[in-house]
C-alpha cells in the first residue's frame, strides 16, 4: 500500500496572506486541522495547523477587549504563525515509511508534493483507517492472539491449520513480543468453530494462544 492509495488528493488550501482568526473559521466548517499554504504563485511555502493558531490567540486573562482581540487577530497573518520548513513525502512512498516519518519528527500530517507541487496530504486519520483495514476491524469474526517460537515455518503450521478446518483470515499481523525467541501474531478468522479451531492450533507445538475474542 502505497501513500498515492490512501491521500487526500487536492487538498483544501490557504494563502499566506489569510489572516489567523479567518483560517480559524475556515479550519472548523471544513473540519480540518491542517492546511498546507500556498502562495501567489500556487507554491507551497509552509503548513499551518489549528494548534498554531491557537497558539498565537490571545489568552483567556488578556485585559483586552472584544475589539481589541478581533483587532489583533485580523493583523496577524497565517504567513507569521505557519512551519516554513515542512517535511513532506511523495506518492509512491511506502505508508509505513510515512508512519514512521512523522512517529520520528512527532508530526500528525505530511504533504503530498510531485515535482515540488502540493498533489495531497496524509494525515494520522488516514494511517488509522489503514490500521482498522489491515486488522479487519470492521468485519466479524474471531481474533485470535497467539506466540509462536521466532522461526522459519510457524506462521505456515498456524495458517495450514486454521484452512484444513474450513476458516478463512480475514487480516493477520505480526507484533514483537517481550521474549526475542518468540513472535506475536494477530489473526481475524472467519467461517470456522471456536472450539474446533482453538483445539487444532493448540496442537501445535509451542503455540501459545494469548487472547481469543470474538468481534
Not at 87 to 113: G, R
Not at 123 to 131: A, I, N, P
Not at 158 to 185: C, N, Q, W
Amino acid at each position: 500500500m502505497l501513500i498515492k492509495d490512501r491521500m487526500t488528493k487536492h487538498p483544501l488550501t490557504i494563502s499566506e496572506e489569510q489572516s489567523i482568526a479567518d483560517t480559524h473559521r475556515y479550519m472548523q466548517e471544513q473540519n480540518v486541522r491542517h492546511l498546507p499554504v500556498l502562495n501567489k504563485a500556487g507554491d507551497m511555502v509552509g503548513l499551518v495547523a489549528e494548534s498554531d493558531l491557537l497558539k498565537a490567540q490571545p489568552s483567556a486573562a488578556t485585559s483586552l477587549s472584544m475589539w481589541e482581540i478581533h483587532y489583533l487577530l485580523d493583523r496577524i497573518k497565517v504567513k507569521d504563525v505557519m512551519v516554513r520548513e515542512v517535511i513532506t513525502t511523495i506518492e509512491d512512498c511506502p505508508i509505513e515509511e510515512a508512519a514512521q516519518l512523522m512517529l520520528e519528527h512527532k508530526i500528525s500530517c505530511l504533504p503530498v508534493v510531485r515535482g515540488g507541487k502540493l498533489v495531497g496530504i496524509i494525515t494520522e486519520t488516514d494511517l488509522f483507517r489503514v490500521f482498522l483495514e489491515l486488522f479487519a476491524a470492521r468485519q466479524k469474526g474471531l481474533r485470535i492472539t497467539m506466540e509462536v517460537p521466532d522461526r522459519a515455518g510457524e506462521f505456515a503450521k498456524v495458517t495450514k491449520a486454521i484452512a484444513s478446518h474450513g476458516g478463512y483470515i480475514s487480516a493477520s499481523g505480526a507484533f514483537l513480543s517481550e521474549d526475542p525467541t518468540r513472535a506475536g501474531m494477530v489473526m481475524k478468522v472467519r467461517d470456522a468453530d471456536r472450539k474446533t479451531l482453538l483445539d487444532a492450533l493448540s496442537q501445535i507445538e509451542d503455540l501459545t494462544i494469548v487472547d481469543v475474542r470474538e468481534m
